[in-house]
């Protein structure tokens, strides 16, 4: 790979391509034409044209990242020489779960990563929120990553301060692992390098960025980085939000996607923006990180409902059999699929006593499945 990755550098960051253009091509030639990046760089500007259909401004871009590649191999040599590793998506070490939610639309050509990489393979959350987030914003957050922690799920962090840090250093205080997504390149980050020099080197912290590697900070990068820091997660939990910035920002597009995205329940008197995310269709929790099924709403001082309340007149037990879809959920996802106004507690003395509901275990944490299906988890692109 430290061969090819003067050539990955160049192909991840061209100018104004956009991710969906990049891995377009990458399918293109890596996996239908079956020939390495190097191989494609030395193609004829003919062949650019005629087997890969560019036009004169990709092909220009594409001639300009070739004049660049001798500054590019000292880079990379240097890259190496300090550590970094780089992890191309056509690789089998490039997150299965940024993949799987972000898509060829959207997934980084590559990913610069430090620290211990089977990290990006475990079960991971993320728990955003605001930079000036309240007291019990913070506690919420600490309270999550112990759980989080506790059932060996990486604490996904954007290191911002206030939620994203919080999440952080309680998942380092309470023996966890954590991937520390950057704003910036993966090379411009010493001082952090020196402050978890220990739990890098432990293998409990991993440093991530998708940005090119001398990259300063920047707000349009910090903004950047927030979709990845969703894509990485299988679980994401908002402590709390104003009604703009990057937290407000994230979880709209992660809805717009589709994706199930956590929200701490506020309380009477909370200024905040959680509520409206929630009737945005975001699914609040208490404290615990448990689904809810009513939150304040503080516009007309009443409760309002959320999730639907289940059917009287359906029965309980197709209502669990229909929530299931071939692969094994935690209670709280399975909670969140049927609607209903119980507790975890409550629903998982409920399905140990069902003959068709089997458990299995993943390290430590109880999932469910319906006894007989198999586990047909999404597939992605590459």
Same mark, same amino acid.
Request: without cysteine.
């Given at each position: 790979? !430290? !061969? ?23 399918? %293109? ?21 005629? =087997?890969?259909? *560019? =036009? ?15 500054? !590019? ?13 780089? $992890? ?58 112990? *759980? ?6 990486? #604490?996904?962090? @954007?290191?911002?301060?206030?939620? =994203? ?9 309470? %023996? ?22 220990? /739990? ?27 979709? $990845? ?22 979880? #709209?597009? @992660? *809805?717009?996607? /589709? ?11 909370? %200024? ?6 929630? /009737?945005? @269709? ?6 615990? @990180? !448990? ?11 009443? /409760? ?33 699929? *049927? ?17 068709? $509901? ?25």
């Amino acid at each position: 790979m !430290n !061969n090819e990755a003067t050539y990955w550098i160049a192909l991840a960051h061209l100018p104004r391509w956009g991710h969906l253009k990049i891995n377009t091509l990458i399918i %293109k030639f890596y996996h239908e034409n079956k020939i390495s990046i190097e191989e494609f760089f030395n193609l004829s500007e003919s062949q650019w044209r005629t =087997d890969y259909q *560019l =036009d004169e401004k990709q092909i220009s871009d594409l001639l300009q990242a070739k004049s660049e590649l001798a500054s !590019n191999a000292f880079l990379a040599e240097s890259f190496f020489n300090q550590g970094f590793e780089l $992890i191309p998506i056509v690789l089998p070490g490039f997150s299965k779960t940024l993949k799987g939610n972000l898509k060829a639309t959207h997934s980084p050509a590559v990913l610069y990563v430090k620290g211990n990489k089977k990290i990006l393979e475990e079960k991971s959350i993320a728990i955003v929120g605001s930079r000036d987030a309240s007291e019990i914003a913070l506690k919420f957050t600490d309270n999550i990553a112990k *759980l989080a922690s506790k059932e060996y799920k990486v #604490v996904v962090s @954007g290191f911002a301060k206030g939620v =994203d840090k919080q999440a952080l250093d309680s998942a380092i205080n309470y %023996k966890g692992q954590s991937i520390i997504v950057l704003p910036q390149g993966i090379m411009t980050f010493d001082s952090g390098f020196k402050k978890y020099y220990s /739990q890098i080197t432990n293998g409990d912290v991993l440093v991530l960025s998708t940005f090119f590697p001398k990259a300063p900070w920047r707000a349009e990068l910090a903004m950047a980085r927030n979709p $990845i820091i969703y894509g990485l997660a299988d679980e994401i939990y908002v402590a709390e939000s104003a009604e703009k910035g990057g937290t407000w920002s994230g979880v #709209v597009d @992660g *809805l717009r996607k /589709q994706r199930k995205i956590f929200v701490r329940q506020p309380t009477a008197g909370e %200024k905040n923006a959680n509520l409206l995310l929630i /009737q945005k @269709g975001a699914v609040p929790v208490d404290f615990d @990180g !448990n689904v809810v099924s009513k939150a304040y709403n503080t516009t007309i001082n009443e /409760q309002v409902s959320i999730v639907q309340e289940p059917n009287e007149s359906e029965s309980i037990d197709k209502k669990i059999r229909s929530a299931f879809n071939g692969r094994p959920l935690h209670a709280n996802e399975l909670l969140a699929k *049927l609607g209903m106004d119980w507790t975890v507690k409550k629903l998982t003395a409920y399905l140990k006593k069902l003959d068709f $509901i089997e458990i299995v275990k993943e390290k430590r944490t109880n999932l469910y499945k319906l006894k007989g299906s198999g586990d047909s988890s999404q597939q992605t692109l590459f």
